[in-house]
């Protein structure tokens, strides 16, 4: 399959571990932010969304969390399984303003059963 | 429902020559979107169509272009390859993007690799 690149942070955990996946973003007038996955061969699929007005997000094993102080997205994946292996981004847009998103560099998690 | 297509999924061109990258957005939606990924720079945005016009354009250089038909279905083309346009191409549709989020369905990418 198609494989993002050689450049990107790695984060590297055992089957059931929980993950921390980090990402800080450059705007400080975001208010929109979205995690994207990419697997193998395959084109990003979004994950989970946050608004600025908002400090955390729960979804079904993830969490986003924001820290609006710091520019500081993280991404929890909880009971990481072999099938969360891909690459994650997180993406900050200004709402109403802008409907293209600009996408951090991606962190690669590897989860080894 | 069938997601976005993009063909060819695999390309090999020279430096000088130019290519035609196709993408078929979901059926319904109206704004495509293509995106240049590579290890060095990441995602970054090309440029968006919604009803046959360009909406919005990233910081590109002219020789690449793009168009949407009718049907919405997109191609985009790059003339006179360079080494470094060796990149993975991702088109996204989405039902409307014109403030606030609309969700954008990621196409799995037209390889592209100039020798």
């Known amino acids: 399959g198609e494989s993002v690149g050689l450049h990107l942070p790695t984060l590297s955990v055992q089957e059931g571990d929980n993950s921390i996946i980090n990402c800080a973003y450059s705007n400080s007038a975001s208010d929109y932010f979205i995690w994207y996955k990419q697997e193998s061969g395959k084109g990003p699929q979004f994950i989970i969304d946050i608004r600025s007005n908002m400090d955390k997000r729960q979804g079904q094993r993830v969490t986003v969390l924001l820290n609006k102080t710091v520019k500081h997205l993280s991404l929890q994946i909880a009971a990481t399984q072999p099938g969360d292996s891909a690459v994650y981004f997180c993406?900050?847009?200004?709402?109403?303003?802008?409907?293209?998103?600009?996408f951090g560099r991606g962190t690669s998690l590897i989860v080894h059963p | 429902k069938a997601g976005v297509t993009q063909t060819p999924r695999y390309l090999i061109k020279t430096r000088g020559q130019q290519v035609t990258l196709s993408c078929s957005p979901i059926s319904g939606h109206r704004s495509v979107s293509w995106y240049q990924q590579t290890p060095g720079q990441g995602l970054q945005f090309l440029f968006e169509?919604?009803?046959?016009?360009?909406?919005n354009k990233g910081n590109f250089p002219g020789r690449f272009s793009g168009r949407q038909f009718s049907n919405s279905r997109s191609e985009m083309n790059v003339s006179t390859l360079e080494l470094g346009d060796s990149a993975l191409y991702l088109c996204a549709s989405s039902l409307e993007q014109r403030g606030g989020y609309n969700e954008q369905f990621f196409g799995p990418g037209t390889r592209l690799t100039v020798l």
């Open positions: 169509y919604f009803s046959e016009t360009q909406r």
């Open positions: 993406a900050e847009n200004i709402e109403w303003e802008s409907y293209i998103p600009t």
